[in-house]
């Protein structure tokens, strides 16, 4: 049972346009929400993250949005491009306590040029 | 930036053997966190460990074992290989109490 559900599976996007992924947690207790990019045949790579007590945080192009009420987050991509192009992974503690990650399904982003 | 260090890269065996993957973490980090991805999923929590102790046990098969050694590198043993063992295997790295993970490139494992 996937305790992050994210969403889209998959994401087509013109370049300069603006990507959103979304995610969803059950666990209230979850302090730490990190985004990992990752390329075919790479290891994930750290994109992002946010804690609970902001409701949103940007770096460069990315931001993450947080909804503690909703227990949702996403992450915006703005001025899209094909070099984003890659898969983009949610993530959680896998429990309370535990510092270990819990990932969403993925979602495969195409951005065309 | 020194980063996570895993090999081998790729690893191809067949049924019933057995392979080890290493782990060289990022120096100073002290705590090693296993995953297995599999084609088109994301990856599973295998098992952690922190100052050569277990630290944390998801959904490892009793066939694999894991250490952390007094220089912090880790070794995932993995024993009577299965066809459904083929994946990604990742290591991560990070200091004790931060939430940061770093990986490494993977070992692409091969079950033939």
């Known amino acids: 049972q996937q305790q992050v559900k994210q969403s889209p599976q998959s994401l087509i996007v013109q370049k300069g346009g603006i990507s959103i992924i979304n995610c969803a947690y059950e666990?209230?207790?979850?302090?730490?929400f990190p985004w990992y990019q990752q390329f075919p045949g790479k290891g994930p790579a750290l994109l992002i993250a946010i804690r609970p007590d902001v409701s949103e945080k940007k770096e460069g192009r990315f931001t993450i949005s947080f909804n503690k009420s909703a227990k949702q987050f996403s992450l915006h991509i703005m001025d899209s491009q094909p070099g984003d192009s890659a898969t983009y992974f949610c993530?959680?503690?896998?429990?309370?306590?535990?510092?270990?990650?819990?990932f969403g399904s993925g979602t495969r982003l195409q951005v065309q040029p | 930036a020194a980063g996570v260090i895993q090999s081998p890269r790729h690893l191809i065996k067949e049924k019933r053997e057995t392979a080890t993957l290493k782990c060289y973490p990022i120096p100073r980090h002290d705590t090693v966190y296993w995953y297995q991805q599999g084609p088109g999923q994301d990856p599973q929590f295998l098992i952690s460990?922190?100052?050569?102790?277990?630290?944390d046990k998801g959904s490892i098969p009793d066939r694999f074992s894991a250490q952390q050694f007094s220089d912090y590198h880790s070794e995932l043993n993995m024993s009577s290989l299965e066809l459904g063992d083929s994946a990604l295997y990742f290591c991560?790295?990070?200091?004790?109490?931060?939430?940061?993970?770093?990986f490494g490139p993977g070992t692409r494992l091969t079950v033939l």
């Open positions: 460990f922190y100052e050569k102790m277990q630290s």
């Open positions: 993530a959680a503690p896998r429990d309370t306590g535990r510092r270990a990650l819990t």
């Open positions: 666990n209230t207790a979850f302090d730490y």
């Open positions: 991560a790295s990070s200091l004790q109490g931060a939430d940061t993970q770093y």
